[in-house]
C-alpha cells in the first residue's frame, strides 16, 4: 500500500512541473510571439528552431488520441478513474508538445528565408493549437460533462490541426503540395516536340521539382526566388545564378557540383537530386545564352539542347492520339502506285499520307480519302497539282497536324478552308502563288506553330504584318543568298567493323558528285592540298586513326569525321576485373575488355566499364607465352560530364603473377579546358616480351581541375575494350 501512495506521489508530482512548465511556457510564447519583429535567435536556439519539423509530429499524435479517447472514452456512464488518468496524461502530453512545438516554429520563423505573409497564419494556428490544448487540460472535467462542449472543442482541435498543417507544408514544399498530383489544373498539358520551349518545357520544369520547393516567393532561401523569368535574372544574396563568361559557368552550376555532403550543394542532401541529364540540360542552356524563348525544334540538328530533348517529347508522328483507329481493309485499299496511306507509329491508330506521281494526281483521290478523314495526321501534297477547290476536300480532316502544299498549284483564294483545321501545327505553302491577304485568315488556327513560304513573293512589310497576326507561329521564308559559299556536308565513312581481325579495305564516300576526299592516319587534320586523296583499295591491317574531310571547287570544306580502327591482336585466354567497375556502368564485366563489341558515343549505352575516383586492375592470362608489345585502350571522354583521361596508366608483365615486372608507364595528357564528347584511344608501346600474365592498371584523375566546374570532385574512366599487340 505504501509503494502505491509512494508511486502515486511522484507521479502527481511530476504531473504538476509538467503542467507548471507548459503554463509558463505558453505565457512565454505569447510574449515572444507579440515581439516577434524584435527577437533575435542565438545560434544554440536556431538548432532547437529547426528541430521544428521532427517535433512537430508528437502533439499532433497526441491530441488526435486525446480526440479519439475523449469521445469514444470519456463521455459515458463507465468513466472510471483509470481511464479519466489516461485521458488527463494525453491531454498533458498534446499541451507541452504543442508549446514546445509551437516555439521551436518561432524560432525557426526568423531565419532568412521566409515570407512573413504566409508565416503569420501558421504561427497564429500553432499559437492556438497551444493554448487550446492548455485550456482543455485545465477545463477537461467540465468538458467531459457537456456533451456539446466536448464535439466543439474536439472538432476545434482537428480542424485547427488540419488548416496549420496544410500551411506549414505549403511553407516547406510549396502551394498546394497536398493536392498537387490529383489537381486537373496543375497537370501540365503534354507538348509535342515541334511546339516545345528550351525554357519553358525543359529548365523550368527541372526548377519547379527541384529547386522552387525552397526558393519561392513564400521560402526564398538565400533571398532567391526562381518562379519567374525576372527573379532568375535577379539572383539571390549571393549575386547572380550564371555568368556565360565564367569557365563554369557560375553560381548555379558551381554549387550543383558540389560534393552532396557540402553544406552549399544544391539540392540540399536529403532532398531529390538532379540527374546527369537534367544537369545537363541546365548546363547547355547556359552555355547557350540562357534564352527564356528559343523552341527545341529551331535548334541545330547535333546541339546537344535538342538531342537532350528528344527523349523528353514525342512528335507528331509518335504523339498518343484517342480517336478510333482506321478499318485496316479500307487502308489497304487506299494504297496504290501513286498514294501511300500508312499508320505514322507501330500500334497508332494515326494515318499518314503521301502523293507521287504528278501525272496521275486527281482531286478524287483526294476525296478518297475522306473515309478515314478522322485519322489522318499528316498529308504531303508536295508538287502535286492541287487546285484551290481541292481545299474543301481537305478541309475536312479534322485531326491533321502537318499539311505540305508546296509547289502546289493553290492561289490561296480558298485558303479560309483550311480554317476548320483547328489541330492543324505545321503547314507548308513554299513555292506557291499564294498572296500575303489570303494568309491572313490562318490567325484562327491558334495551334500553328510552323509556316513554311520559301519562294512566295511577300514584303518585307507584309512579313512583318502577318508576323503580328501570328503571333506565337513560326514563319520560315528560307535562306536568301545566292552568292554566299556552301559548306559541304563530311564525307561517311562507311566500315562497320571498328576492330580489325585480318585486313579491310577502308571505304569512304560522298554524295555529292566531283567532290574529292582527303584522309590522314596520324591524327592531323586533312588539308585541301598535302593531304593524300582518298581511292578505293586503301588497306586497314592495324590500329589507325582515320579522319577525312571533303573538299569541291566553289565550296568550303566540310567538317572532319573520324573513325579509330583497332587491330584484335592476342586472345587472353581469361581476364580477371581485380577493381568491380562502378554498378552504373559494368558491361558484361570482364568479358566487355575483350569481346570486340565497341560501345557508343552514349556512355550509357550499356557497353561501357567505368570506375570512378578509384584505379581500374585488370589481369590478362594466357596458357601459353604471348608475345606482346603494346596494350590499346579504347576510351570515351566527355568533360562536361566528368569522363576525363586517365592520370596515369601502368602495363606489368610476367610469366606468373608473382614475378610482373613493370613494361611501361604513361600519363595521357589532361585537357585544359571545356570540350565536346569524343571517342578516343591509348597506345601503351614497350619492348616486346613474352608473358604469360598481364596487369593493366589505369588510374582515374583523383580531381578535377581548378578550371572544370566540378573542381574538386574524382574524375571517371571508361573503356569499353583492350587490345594487346
Avoid at 508530482?13 to 510571439?33: E, H, P
Avoid at 477545463?139 to 466536448?150: S, T
Avoid at 500553328?448 to 501570328?470: I, K, Y
Amino acid at each position: 500500500m505504501w509503494q502505491k501512495l509512494k508511486i502515486y506521489y511522484y507521479m502527481h508530482r511530476w504531473k504538476k512541473i509538467i503542467f507548471d512548465s507548459t503554463l509558463a511556457l505558453n505565457i512565454l510564447l505569447l510574449f515572444l510571439f507579440i515581439f516577434d519583429n524584435r527577437l533575435y535567435v542565438p545560434p544554440w536556439l536556431q538548432v532547437a528552431g529547426r528541430m521544428h519539423t521532427l517535433f512537430l509530429h508528437f502533439p499532433i499524435v497526441m491530441l488526435a488520441l486525446c480526440i479519439f479517447w475523449e469521445l469514444f472514452s470519456g463521455y459515458n456512464k463507465s468513466y472510471v478513474n483509470v481511464k479519466s488518468e489516461i485521458g488527463d496524461d494525453l491531454l498533458l502530453a498534446a499541451a507541452f508538445t504543442s508549446v514546445i512545438t509551437a516555439l521551436m516554429g518561432l524560432f525557426l520563423s526568423r531565419e532568412p528565408g521566409y515570407t512573413p505573409d504566409l508565416l503569420v497564419w501558421h504561427k497564429w494556428g500553432g499559437i492556438f493549437i497551444s493554448f487550446l490544448s492548455l485550456t482543455w487540460y485545465m477545463f477537461r472535467a467540465k468538458v467531459r460533462q457537456a456533451r456539446p462542449a466536448l464535439f466543439v472543442t474536439s472538432f476545434g482541435a482537428m480542424v485547427m490541426i488540419i488548416i496549420t498543417g496544410h500551411l506549414g507544408g505549403n511553407i516547406t514544399h510549396g502551394q498546394d503540395f497536398i493536392f498537387e498530383p490529383v489537381n486537373p489544373a496543375k497537370q501540365a498539358a503534354p507538348v509535342l516536340f515541334e511546339d516545345a520551349f528550351v525554357y519553358a518545357n525543359m529548365v523550368q520544369p527541372i526548377l519547379e521539382a527541384k529547386c522552387i520547393s525552397c526558393h519561392n516567393a513564400q521560402k526564398a532561401k538565400g533571398e532567391l526566388v526562381m518562379e519567374t523569368k525576372e527573379f532568375l535574372m535577379k539572383g539571390g544574396k549571393d549575386g547572380k545564378l550564371w555568368d556565360t563568361t565564367e569557365t563554369d559557368l557560375g553560381l548555379l552550376m558551381q554549387r550543383i557540383h558540389l560534393p552532396l555532403e557540402s553544406r552549399k550543394h544544391m539540392p540540399p542532401q536529403g532532398k531529390p537530386q538532379l540527374t546527369d541529364d537534367e544537369i545537363a540540360i541546365l548546363y547547355h542552356w547556359i552555355k547557350s545564352g540562357a534564352s527564356f524563348t528559343t523552341k527545341v525544334d529551331s535548334l541545330p540538328q547535333k546541339d546537344s539542347l535538342r538531342l537532350l530533348a528528344m527523349p523528353l517529347f514525342q512528335t507528331i508522328e509518335t504523339d498518343d492520339y484517342t480517336f478510333e483507329p482506321p478499318d485496316e481493309k479500307k487502308v489497304q485499299t487506299l494504297n496504290n502506285n501513286y498514294r501511300v496511306v500508312k499508320p505514322l507509329a507501330i500500334g497508332s491508330p494515326a494515318l499518314g499520307v503521301e502523293f507521287f506521281s504528278k501525272e496521275q494526281f486527281k482531286s478524287q483521290h483526294l476525296k478518297d480519302l475522306l473515309d478515314v478523314k478522322n485519322q489522318i495526321v499528316t498529308l504531303n501534297l508536295n508538287k502535286m497539282p492541287v487546285k484551290d477547290e481541292d481545299l474543301k476536300t481537305i478541309g475536312q480532316f479534322a485531326n491533321l497536324r502537318k499539311l505540305n502544299l508546296s509547289f502546289t498549284d493553290i492561289t490561296g483564294a480558298t485558303l479560309q478552308e483550311l480554317s476548320k483545321l483547328k489541330e492543324l501545327k505545321i503547314l507548308s505553302l513554299s513555292g506557291t502563288n499564294i498572296k500575303a491577304a489570303n494568309l491572313q485568315s490562318l490567325a484562327s488556327l491558334k495551334k500553328l506553330s510552323h509556316l513554311m513560304v520559301w519562294d512566295v513573293t511577300l514584303s518585307a512589310a507584309e512579313l512583318n504584318t502577318l508576323q503580328q497576326r501570328l503571333k506565337t507561329t513560326a514563319i520560315e521564308t528560307g535562306f536568301k543568298g545566292d552568292t554566299v559559299l556552301i559548306k559541304l556536308n563530311p564525307p561517311l565513312i562507311e566500315n562497320e567493323e571498328q576492330v580489325i581481325t585480318g585486313t579491310q579495305p577502308l571505304q569512304l564516300k560522298h554524295y555529292i558528285n566531283g567532290v574529292t576526299i582527303r584522309y590522314t592516319t596520324d591524327g592531323t587534320t586533312p588539308d585541301s592540298i598535302s593531304s593524300p586523296i582518298y581511292k578505293p583499295g586503301v588497306m586497314l591491317d592495324k590500329k589507325e586513326v582515320i579522319k577525312a574531310r571533303a573538299f569541291k571547287a566553289g565550296w568550303i570544306g566540310s567538317d572532319v569525321v573520324e573513325k579509330i580502327f583497332y587491330k584484335a591482336g592476342v586472345k587472353p585466354d581469361s581476364v580477371n576485373l581485380l577493381t568491380q567497375s562502378d554498378p552504373q556502368y559494368k558491361g558484361d564485366g570482364s568479358l566487355t575488355l575483350h569481346d570486340g563489341k565497341l560501345g557508343s558515343k552514349n556512355f550509357r549505352d550499356g557497353k561501357w566499364l567505368a570506375t570512378h575516383g578509384v584505379p581500374m586492375e585488370v589481369l590478362f592470362y594466357f596458357k601459353n607465352p604471348a608475345s606482346v608489345s603494346s596494350v590499346n585502350i579504347s576510351s570515351i571522354v566527355d568533360v562536361n560530364s566528368y569522363l576525363m583521361p586517365p592520370h596515369e596508366i601502368e602495363v606489368w608483365g610476367g610469366n606468373t603473377y608473382s614475378s610482373l615486372r613493370l613494361l611501361k608507364r604513361l600519363r595521357p595528357s589532361q585537357p585544359s579546358k571545356e570540350a565536346p564528347l569524343y571517342i578516343t584511344g591509348y597506345d601503351v608501346d614497350f619492348k616486346k616480351s613474352s608473358i604469360n600474365v598481364l596487369k593493366l592498371i589505369v588510374k582515374p584523375v583523383s580531381k578535377l581541375p581548378a578550371w572544370h566546374r566540378g573542381k574538386g570532385d574524382k574524375g571517371w574512366f571508361f573503356t569499353d575494350e583492350v587490345f594487346l599487340n
